[in-house]
């Protein structure tokens, strides 16, 4: 039987996910240039194999993206152990659904996030520290 801790840390990594996956997937639609706003300064992003490092990096790659309409059609999350990440609330995040960018067809996508909880003393923001996105499409189809 799981503990209360776990318990009480599982539902507060669903709501997070919860939270954070609509206001990610709003932003890179709407207001993309606002995006970077949800990465921590030394975050990575793995975009189909390619890394992107540091604030001016993400934001170049963003700004270069054609517009987008994402759907998602899943999200699973869980916490990680404070173990795992020297005592930092952390929630792993994975969505996935498709994706059309301007001028080509929809695809499919999966995407892992690492949140990390940033408290100050007026409020509490999940941040990326890591994001890994991948296009799914089956070759061929």
Same mark, same amino acid.
């Given at each position: 039987? +799981?503990?209360?801790?776990?318990?009480?840390?599982?539902?507060?990594?669903?709501?997070?996910?919860?939270?954070?996956?609509?206001?990610?997937?709003?932003?890179?639609?709407?207001?993309?240039?606002?995006?970077?706003?949800?990465?921590?300064?030394?975050?990575?992003?793995?975009?189909?194999?390619?890394?992107?490092?540091?604030?001016?990096?993400?934001?170049?790659?963003?700004?270069?993206?054609?517009?987008?309409?994402?759907?998602?059609?899943?999200?699973?999350?869980?916490?990680?152990?404070?173990? +795992?990440?020297?005592?930092?609330?952390?929630?792993?995040?994975?969505?996935?659904?498709?994706?059309?960018?301007?001028?080509?067809?929809?695809?499919?996508?999966?995407?892992?996030?690492?949140?990390?909880?940033?408290?100050?003393?007026?409020?509490?923001?999940?941040?990326?520290?890591?994001?890994?996105?991948?296009?799914?499409?089956? +070759?061929?189809?």
């Amino acid at each position: 039987m +799981a503990s209360n801790d776990f318990r009480v840390d599982a539902d507060l990594a669903c709501r997070a996910a919860d939270d954070f996956i609509n206001l990610y997937y709003e932003t890179i639609d709407k207001r993309r240039r606002q995006l970077t706003k949800l990465y921590m300064d030394t975050a990575t992003l793995v975009w189909n194999g390619n890394p992107i490092s540091g604030q001016n990096a993400l934001i170049e790659f963003f700004e270069m993206l054609p517009s987008s309409d994402f759907t998602v059609n899943m999200v699973d999350c869980q916490p990680v152990h404070e173990t +795992a990440t020297q005592g930092q609330k952390t929630v792993l995040v994975v969505a996935n659904g498709t994706v059309k960018f301007e001028g080509n067809k929809r695809h499919y996508f999966n995407q892992i996030f690492l949140l990390t909880l940033h408290t100050t003393p007026s409020n509490s923001v999940w941040k990326i520290a890591s994001d890994c996105f991948r296009f799914q499409d089956w +070759a061929n189809a």
